[in-house]
Every structure is written in structure tokens, then in C-alpha cells.
């Protein structure tokens, strides 16, 4: 099963680029081509991308990858999906960062910021 970041990764390359290989696309998702052959062929098997070939191309075994409509849906959730995640992340980063600062004027405050302290 594709996690949402490779899934939401996969099918917008594919919706930018559908001309890339399986090679051009491991290298853009740093994935092995193993795992990319395995993705690809998840997603064909679930009807969201079919595979075609570039009729007037010499080389028989150059291949697009298209979306479906189902692909297409499917990308539109699985964005909704990431973008939700990654707000979420964002948002408790955010926390961190406020903890964090509050941490480092209390340090401030008392005087041990001066980057002498015990380690």
C-alpha cells in the first residue's frame, strides 16, 4: 500500500510529466526503481493511471503515464490529504518553536545564555 506523500508525489510528477520514465521518476522521488516499478503498477492496477505508448516515437518501449479520471480524483483527495498533514505539522512546529522560545527567555532572563553553561 502507497503512504499519501509518495502517492500525492507520484501522481502530481505524473500529472506535470507524464513522458518521465520510471528511471526520471525515481531519481525526482528518491525511491529506488524498484519501488517506483512496484508504485506504478499499484496505481495502474487500481485503474488511477494507465500506461501509453508514444505512437510516433522509433523507440516502442518509451511509455507515458496518464491519469485516469479516477487518477484525477483520486490526486485531488490524496492533495486535500497531505495538505491537511502538513498544516497539521506546521501547526505543531509552530508550538514547538513558541516552547522553545519561551525556554530561551527564561534562560535569558537568568542569565545563562551566555553559551558557558554545563553541556
Known amino acids: ?8 508525489q507520484l ?5 506535470e510529466h507524464p513522458e518521465m520514465t520510471q528511471r526520471d521518476l525515481s531519481a525526482a522521488m528518491s525511491i529506488s526503481l524498484g519501488k517506483t516499478n512496484y ?3 499499484a496505481l495502474v492496477e487500481k485503474g488511477l493511471v494507465k500506461m501509453g505508448n508514444f505512437r510516433n516515437n522509433p523507440d ?5 503515464y ?4 479516477e487518477g484525477v480524483q483520486e490526486k485531488a483527495r490524496v492533495t486535500v490529504r497531505f495538505l491537511h498533514r502538513k498544516m497539521a505539522e506546521y ?3 509552530q ?8 525556554e530561551v527567555d527564561g534562560l535569558s532572563s537568568s542569565g545563562l545564555d551566555s553559551g558557558r553553561g554545563a553541556a
Not at 508550538?95 to 519561551?102: G, K
Open 66 to 69: 496518464l491519469l485516469t479520471p
Open 60 to 64: 516502442k518501449g518509451v511509455y507515458a
Open 95 to 102: 508550538a514547538e518553536i513558541a516552547a522553545l522560545r519561551r
Open 39 to 41: 508504485c506504478l503498477k
Open 11 to 15: 501522481l502530481k510528477l505524473l500529472t
Open 1 to 8: 500500500m502507497l503512504d499519501d506523500a509518495t502517492r500525492y
Open 91 to 93: 501547526d505543531a512546529l
